[in-house]
């Protein structure tokens, strides 16, 4: 993450309805999970998924939780990705 971050905050609005509610939703996203995002594209995932992972990484997440064999195969450091039902494999017993 050498290069320079000036310039890429960025904040997205998306509008959506349901149950006969309108919702909007505004994130702003800092430039350090945009840039963590890009290095996570560059394996090859797409552009949501990437800021999904960067989001659950930047906020200090222990897993990222996901059934997506595309994102189950690539190699992303700083957080533990595992099939949903891995993870319970995994942990369940360590809550009894």
């Known amino acids: 993450m050498s290069k320079s971050t000036k310039g890429l905050d960025a904040s997205v609005t998306r509008a959506f309805e349901r149950d006969g509610i309108s919702y ?9 999970i945009i840039m963590r995002q890009r290095c996570i594209m560059e394996l090859g995932l797409r552009q949501m998924d990437a800021a999904h992972i960067a989001c659950a ?28 039902i891995d993870f319970l494999g995994r942990y369940a017993d360590a809550t009894k």
């Open 24 to 32: 909007k939703v505004h994130c702003r996203y800092q430039a350090v």
């Open 57 to 84: 990484i930047h906020l200090n997440a222990d897993h990222f939780l996901t059934t997506d064999k595309k994102i189950l195969n690539k190699p992303i450091s700083g957080i533990s990705v595992l099939n949903p």
